[in-house]
């Protein structure tokens, strides 16, 4: 699950054979074929507009009934193939195009888009780039090239795009959320929150709702959470359901240790999605934190019995301990680093239980056996120090 939305404006068509004001072949008038292909044409592009996918389609086919390979029809059945969300049968249509007829730009686009859609994002870029070789002003290609870069976290040359298009268009929207998305996901919060805030400046009166949660998410990171509140505050007051609003306000709230301010806000997630085992188990530790050790243990089975959950796993761990039954947390926290030798946290948990019973050799040697599994842990090293120095 993740905890941060993708705002994905709907990006425009590159080019659709209508605007280029000739929506068919230039007819011969003396040429019935060619007349009722430009006729046919006018038709299917008309319905493809107006989103009539089946007829454009019937049009389309009447074409190539009268010329194999027309051009028209290809990439116009390629469209409606992919407004279907069909990508393989319209990279079909395509290809069938471009073959006939190199250097398509239509059909040429819409490859790209197909691949784009089906992650297949070094393709997409390999075609898109094609182009800009002939036209490197073109805004919504270089948006596209940047995303698809993003996306294979290409941070150079994603950002260098979305910058150059900026340059051309100062607060051009695609740029500025790609830009935000782009240094979000490689963690450079405070950039991200520049041009978050940004298109914030620019869209107050009509804001997204996924602007105000992106600026939260990135006030989260940053643990400033009095801050995030502010604007899953916003973000709630547009839709209270917001799931990605609802999860920013808990997680501040948790951060600031106010956990029963942060139990609402899980539970009214679970209220809309009460099999949510990442939230039922967030849900638990609240609870846990709070000392209501009889409804967190409810929350961490009701997530373990939707399947295993390590977190639900440790949780009633934790409550063994909490509850002074230090025997059973060590069995139960040992069973999870079986499970998961590399995970330092319930060895650091283990150890102040055996510390707790007064046996400190025992949480010494528990520390070590991290230790030489040769994997680094500052709160694991820090531990072991102190008992060593004491």
Same mark, same amino acid.
């Given at each position: ?85 069909? /990508? *393989?049968?319209?990279?079909?249509? #395509?290809?069938?195009? !471009?073959?006939?007829?190199?250097? %398509?730009? +239509? @059909? =040429?686009? &819409? ?43 290409? /941070? *150079?040359?994603?950002?260098?795009? #979305?910058?150059?298009? !900026?340059?051309?268009?100062?607060? %051009?929207? +695609? @740029? =500025?959320? &790609? ?50 509140? #502010? ?160």
């Amino acid at each position: 699950m993740s905890d941060a939305p993708q705002l994905q404006m709907d990006m425009p068509e590159i080019m659709s054979m209508t605007d280029t004001g000739s929506e068919s072949p230039s007819a011969d008038e003396k040429d019935p074929t060619a007349r009722k292909i430009s006729e046919l044409s006018k038709e299917g592009y008309q319905a493809l507009k107006e989103n009539n996918l089946n007829t454009a389609e019937q049009y389309f086919n009447q074409i190539l009934e009268l010329e194999e390979n027309n051009n028209y029809a290809l990439v116009g059945l390629g469209d409606t193939k992919r407004k279907q969300n069909q /990508f *393989k049968d319209a990279i079909g249509y #395509y290809s069938r195009c !471009l073959s006939c007829h190199p250097g %398509n730009n +239509y @059909a =040429l686009f &819409g490859l790209a888009d197909c691949y784009k859609a089906l992650n297949q994002y070094h393709k997409a870029i390999e075609i898109w780039e094609q182009y800009l070789i002939h036209d490197d002003r073109n805004i919504t290609v270089l948006t596209r090239v940047a995303d698809a870069y993003r996306k294979i976290r290409d /941070f *150079k040359n994603s950002k260098q795009l #979305y910058l150059k298009v !900026l340059d051309m268009e100062n607060n %051009n929207a +695609y @740029a =500025l959320i &790609g830009l935000g998305h782009l240094h979000y996901d490689f963690q450079e919060y405070r950039d991200a929150l520049f041009y978050w805030t940004k298109m914030l400046e620019i869209n107050e009166k009509s804001v997204d709702i996924r602007v105000l949660t992106s600026i939260g998410n990135c006030y989260r990171k940053l643990k400033l959470f009095e801050k995030g509140v #502010y604007y899953f505050d916003r973000a709630l007051k547009m839709d209270s359901d917001n799931f990605y609003a609802l999860f920013g306000m808990a997680d501040c709230y948790r951060g600031m240790n106010q956990q029963f301010r942060s139990i609402e806000y899980w539970n009214k997630i679970l209220d809309m999605d009460p099999n949510n085992k990442v939230i039922l188990t967030r849900a638990g530790d609240a609870y846990r934190n709070t000392g209501d050790y009889v409804t967190a243990e409810k929350y961490y089975n009701k997530a373990m019995d939707i399947d295993f959950d390590i977190y639900a796993a440790l949780g009633l761990a934790l409550i063994c301990k909490g509850k002074g039954n230090y025997p059973e947390a060590i069995e139960r926290l040992s069973s999870l680093i079986r499970n998961d030798p590399k995970n330092y946290r319930p060895y650091i948990d283990v150890a102040d239980c055996y510390l707790k019973m007064g046996q400190k050799a025992k949480a010494v040697d528990t520390l070590k056996d991290f230790q030489k599994l040769g994997i680094r842990s500052q709160p694991i090293n820090e531990m072991l120090d102190n008992l060593l120095k004491n």
